[in-house]
């Protein structure tokens, strides 16, 4: 790098959060930096459990109960952990934190951060969510509600490409959605039970980041 280099913003990290706050730097023109202190992942080479499937691994891909013995922290979930993926999330042994009570910090230091590792899943929370604390009076109020945050899932969703179905529901706010993948004939049988006796409940397909070129916005 060139130190003598000069630029109008620099960002640090390049997760979820860094990375889309220098994709909109550089979208508005403005010469970026951005600073990673892991490693490039590269497509295809740096997937070596790609083609591996949990049957085919000793324990199914979990951990020894000798290993989980001396992951105490990782080994609460599990998903950090597992043969397939682990590799990808930092070893607490080597990069130890504090609590003063259970927080589970799932770290992946590389290019993307946890871009790469979120499962992609993507719910727009409510106003249900955004007034929780207030009125079970577990932590503090939050300084916003839904339609403060929704033009800006709209944004999002209309770039990562969210698939989903509409189903006015005001617990599970509709998003911009790519058209949803088909349910499995034992999922729309559950489907129509569900319907048929319970008027209050609805079976939808999962709304997943998914780009699959049926955009409908």
Sequence with gaps: MNQDEVYDAIVVGTGISGGWAAKELCEKG????????GRMVRHIE?????YDDPWDMKYKGQLTPEEAATQLKQARTGYTTRRE???FFVNDLVHPYNETKRFDWM????????SLMWGRHSYRWSDYDFEANKKDGNGIDWPVRY?????WYDRVESFIG???EKINRDVLPDGVFEPPMELNCVEEHLKAN???NYKDRVITVGRVAHINGGKTY
């Design 30 to 37: 403005l010469k970026t930096l951005v600073l990673e202190r």
């Design 85 to 87: 993926r682990r590799h």
């Design 162 to 164: 969210v698939i989903g």
């Design 46 to 50: 740096d997937y070596p459990t790609m």
């Design 147 to 151: 339609k403060d945050i929704a033009p």
């Design 194 to 196: 569900i319907a048929q």
């Design 107 to 114: 770290r992946g230091y590389h290019v993307g951060g946890r």
